[in-house]
């Protein structure tokens, strides 16, 4: 069963519009929560974690427990914003095992 | 440079002849991984070691086999290849504790089993 989710594998938004990366996950313990990017030509790298609460490159991501959810947002999309995003959630109750999503393509209008 | 090496870049093999990657880092990294890509599946983590001389089975382990003899190496080895191990292969290091999360990838390895 697949541990986390994201629905949506394309995503197209217009320069300045807010967009929104959904991400759902499974598991009854207490999740970590990342997201991770991969820009056209380079590597995957963390974007950002939530037990940072951080912003990164204007974009924020906020656990809910309740909904297991753990969605990606940012007010303004830039054409820079435009890669591959995955969700991913590690378990470390018996080892440090990563769970990542299936990713989803953003592609920001100019 | 701090970076994640992997060798071979591109492979093409075929059913049956043991092949091996290598994944290097230069961090001193306690945390590495492997994972493979597949179209409409994502990443998903194959085998991964916390440590020298401790490693663990991921998602997918099956068909495949590593070892950490040295806190910088961590190569993947097929040992009978198949086609459906085609695919594109990515290791990753990162530290333990809080920045655990950090993973650093390597630029990844697309290995075509014939």
């Known amino acids: 069963a697949q541990r986390v989710t994201q629905p949506e594998k394309l995503l197209s938004v217009f320069k300045g519009a807010p967009v929104e990366l959904k991400c759902n996950y499974s598991y009854s313990g207490s999740p970590e929560l990342f997201w991770y990017v991969q820009y056209s030509r380079q590597r995957l790298q963390l974007l950002l974690r939530?037990?940072s609460r951080e912003s990164i490159k204007g974009f924020t991501a906020d656990l809910n427990k309740g909904e297991t959810s753990f969605h990606l947002k940012k007010p303004f999309a830039q054409e820079e914003d435009s890669a591959m995003y995955y969700c991913?959630?590690?378990?470390?109750?018996?080892?440090?095992?990563?769970?990542f999503g299936t990713g989803t393509s953003l592609t920001v209008i100019p | 440079e701090a970076q994640v090496t992997q060798n071979p870049r591109y492979l093409i093999t075929v059913t049956g002849k043991k092949l091996t990657v290598t994944c290097s880092q230069n961090?001193?990294?306690?945390?590495m991984s492997w994972y493979r890509q597949d179209p409409g599946l994502g990443l998903r983590q194959i085998y991964y070691s916390m440590n020298v001389e401790v490693t663990d089975k991921g998602d997918v382990p099956e068909g495949y086999k590593v070892s950490r003899k040295e806190k910088r190496n961590f190569p993947l080895i097929l040992e009978s290849p198949s086609p459906n191990q085609t695919s594109l292969y990515f290791c990753a290091s990162s530290y333990l504790g809080r920045e655990r999360s950090e993973q650093y990838f390597g630029p990844g390895t697309r290995l075509t089993v014939t």
């Open positions: 939530h037990i």
């Open positions: 961090m001193n990294h306690e945390y």
């Open positions: 991913a959630l590690l378990i470390s109750n018996t080892g440090n095992q990563f769970y």
